[in-house]
């Protein structure tokens, strides 16, 4: 019965362009909400920052994170509750609760420790009325995004791993294996662009702070001065490109093994002397093509971009400086 309904099981719906759009606008909205509230009571100098280009830049790309969640937000629940009701209740206590805490306390240390112990950079308190509070909103919205794309990652690795136990690929199970691999593919890509986006967000931040606020001297003559070298934003890629590979591989890697599994069972490797030994080779590249298993290089590219995409924007984001 749970095969069946697993084989019976629909693609994710595509929104109306109407809805998503007003979705993208609403999630836009509360992004200019979250910096800008009482702007009108903002100090001068502060208004004069908020004025500046780096500054409309930093806006622009907030505005950019929160349309990007909101408008796939709709699609990521519908994937995270699909996946979840045909969940395997031990791959939950296994896979999905432990690797759901580390990546919570590796995202909140990661955004805490370094305000707080004020080692990697500083923002000044000043630069905005309430800007650590701000900042904390946002990194909050945007993690609870992520994490919901990285639970539905490793409920699909349990799922995958429940199809190793049948040695005969059945249409219902092929069916099955296919939608978990699209789906994937689209939660890879979907990760990818909310934390690569988030890093060029920092490193507008950062042009904020050092361009226009230490440069135009709103900060006082006794004040340090603030430290936000450009080093840090490659720091914010590696590790967040890490954390990415982790969410992805283990999953990806099993995907790859259990589509072996099928394909042996369907396809085994003959003998070298056997009479059928090319019908049989041809067959095996067939279902090698069909479930994914030979990587061909467009799709080594896209999956490598997107696991890449928080360095590749940390990068990005230096190449002013790196230029001279």
């Not at 994937?79 to 609760?97: A, G, K, M, T, Y």
């Not at 069916?175 to 060029?200: H, K, M, N, P, W």
């Not at 450009?230 to 890697?253: N, R, S």
């Amino acid at each position: 019965m749970a095969k069946a309904k697993e084989a019976e099981e629909p693609d994710v719906p595509v929104p109306q362009t109407s809805l998503l759009m007003a979705t993208a606008i609403a999630g836009g909205l509360i992004g200019v909400a979250v910096v800008l509230v009482w702007e009108p009571y903002w100090k001068d100098f502060q208004k004069s920052l908020s004025n500046s280009g780096p500054f409309v830049l930093w806006v622009a790309l907030t505005v950019a994170q929160a349309m990007l969640w909101a408008a796939a937000l709709p699609s990521l629940v519908v994937i995270l509750l699909r996946h979840w009701r045909l969940r395997r209740p031990d791959s939950v206590r296994r896979e999905v609760v432990p690797s759901a805490v580390v990546f919570v306390l590796a995202l909140a240390a990661f955004a805490v420790i370094p305000h707080f112990t004020r080692t990697l950079h500083t923002v000044p308190d000043d630069l905005i009325p309430g800007v650590a509070y701000r900042i904390g909103v946002l990194t909050a919205l945007g993690g609870l995004v992520a994490l919901a794309a990285a639970i539905s990652i490793w409920l699909i690795r349990g799922r995958v791993e429940a199809l190793e136990a049948g040695r005969k690929m059945t249409g219902g199970e092929l069916r099955t294996y296919l939608g978990l691999r699209s789906d994937l593919e689209r939660l890879l890509g979907f990760l990818g662009a909310v934390i690569g986006l988030g890093v060029l967000t920092v490193a507008a931040l950062r042009q904020v702070v050092v361009q226009e606020y230490d440069h135009h001297k709103f900060r006082l003559v006794k004040d340090p001065p603030v430290k936000f070298p450009p080093e840090v934003l490659i720091l914010y890629g590696v590790v967040l490109t890490l954390i990415v590979a982790l969410v992805y591989l283990p999953t990806w890697a099993t995907m790859q093994r259990t589509g072996s599994m099928m394909r042996d069972g369907v396809a085994p490797l003959p003998e070298p002397t056997s009479d059928q030994l090319e019908a049989q080779l041809r067959k095996r590249a067939a279902l090698d093509n069909l479930l994914g298993l030979r990587v061909s290089a467009s799709a080594s590219f896209k999956a490598g971009v997107a696991i890449l995409s928080p360095l590749l924007a940390s990068l990005t984001s230096l190449l002013p400086k790196l230029g001279g």
